[in-house]
């Protein structure tokens, strides 16, 4: 029979989509960073306090807050790109465009740079460039699709926004060989 709708169907489904898909490599030691920093915020808080001998379970407790905040602060975004999208996931809500329908990239610059994705449906996603940049897997896909949504005509402006960013990611993958092999 030539119909298999069992176990191994799905699986193979999975494993195909799995492979398919680039994540942010340094998104895990982000989030690591993030409750080091905010654990470090506690202990000197708690320490202060503590030294100062006005120290009461419910100023300990007080001091937990401005912890939890810096966490909140400094949690890093969850980037995935697979074929045909993008997706961004923060502690409180899940972003996605359709890259290979993409109407608009912009790169906005200020205090921390944001690159701005646009799609035909209304989607709109905000991440960091550096995370493309420190990703070059992410930046494939993400590029790939760009070049179709150009081909197909919905790209109406972002070219040269993207043309910058593929710059910037070459310049520091060419940095990164050189380190590597001793080239500096």
Same mark, same amino acid.
């Given at each position: 029979?030539?119909?298999?709708?069992?176990?191994?169907?799905?699986?193979?489904? $999975?494993?195909?989509?799995?492979?398919?898909?680039?994540?942010?490599?340094?998104?895990?030691?982000?989030?690591?960073? @993030?409750? %080091?920093? #905010?654990?470090?915020? $506690?202990?000197?808080? &708690?320490? =202060?306090?503590?030294? @100062?001998?006005?120290?009461?379970?419910?100023?300990?407790? &007080?001091?937990?807050?401005?912890?939890? $905040?810096?966490?909140?602060?400094?949690?890093?975004?969850?980037?995935?790109?697979?074929?045909?999208?993008?997706?961004?996931?923060?502690?409180? %809500?899940? +972003?996605?465009?359709?890259?290979?329908?993409?109407? #608009?990239?912009?790169?906005?610059?200020?205090? #921390?740079?944001?690159?701005?994705?646009?799609?035909?449906?209304?989607?709109?996603?905000? =991440?960091?460039?550096?995370?493309?940049?420190?990703?070059?897997? $992410?930046?494939?896909?993400?590029?790939?699709?760009?070049?179709?949504?150009?081909?197909?005509?919905?790209?109406?402006?972002?070219?040269?926004?993207? +043309?910058?960013?593929?710059?910037? =990611?070459? %310049?520091?993958?060419?940095?990164?060989?050189?380190?590597? #092999?001793?080239?500096?």
């Amino acid at each position: 029979m030539g119909h298999r709708n069992g176990p191994e169907t799905a699986a193979g489904a $999975l494993a195909q989509a799995s492979v398919t898909v680039a994540c942010d490599r340094r998104w895990a030691g982000d989030v690591y960073s @993030s409750i %080091r920093y #905010s654990a470090v915020l $506690l202990a000197l808080l &708690l320490l =202060i306090d503590w030294g @100062s001998g006005s120290f009461t379970p419910w100023r300990g407790a &007080l001091w937990f807050v401005p912890a939890v $905040l810096l966490f909140l602060v400094l949690f890093p975004q969850r980037v995935r790109v697979g074929e045909g999208w993008l997706e961004s996931r923060s502690l409180l %809500r899940e +972003r996605r465009v359709r890259t290979d329908l993409l109407v #608009s990239v912009r790169c906005l610059d200020g205090v #921390s740079q944001r690159l701005v994705l646009r799609d035909a449906f209304g989607g709109r996603v905000e =991440i960091d460039p550096q995370v493309l940049v420190n990703n070059p897997d $992410l930046w494939y896909r993400l590029e790939e699709d760009t070049q179709k949504s150009a081909a197909l005509g919905s790209l109406l402006c972002g070219a040269t926004a993207l +043309r910058r960013l593929a710059q910037r =990611i070459d %310049r520091e993958n060419a940095l990164t060989v050189f380190k590597v #092999s001793g080239l500096e």
